[in-house]
């Protein structure tokens, strides 16, 4: 099994630049994909970016230019880099992993961009 914890979501102003982090911890060696996603009130959850174990990257249209996803595999943790947030980034942010038979979920941070 794999554990994900999500953490550095809060209240920000628009404009602003927090760092979004995702912990793994059990069978982590057989981790391939990770990916962030986010659901805003009264939406659908969406995907915003992806990164493979090999570092390959993709992102959303909505966050491409503004996000960085990146990851380090001995320390078993990914981070989602926000730049110039917009009132429209305020959602819940839950990171996602997957092996070769699962798929895993973190809890969920909360990310509000509000002046």
């Known amino acids: 099994q794999v554990q994900l914890v999500e953490s550095g979501g809060g209240l920000v102003q628009p404009g602003g630049s927090p760092r979004l982090s995702c912990a793994a911890s059990g069978s982590t060696f057989s981790i391939n994909l990770m990916r962030w996603y986010r659901q805003a009130p009264g939406k659908e959850r969406e995907w915003v970016a992806t990164i493979a174990s090999g570092g390959s990257t993709n992102y959303a249209d909505s966050v491409k230019g503004r996000f960085t996803i990146s990851r380090d595999n001995v320390k078993n943790t990914m981070w989602l880099q926000m730049n110039s947030l917009k009132p429209e980034d305020t959602a819940v942010y839950y990171c996602?992993?997957?092996?070769?038979?699962?798929?895993?979920w973190g809890q969920g941070t909360q990310v509000t961009v509000s002046s």
């Open positions: 996602s992993a997957r092996d070769s038979s699962n798929n895993y």
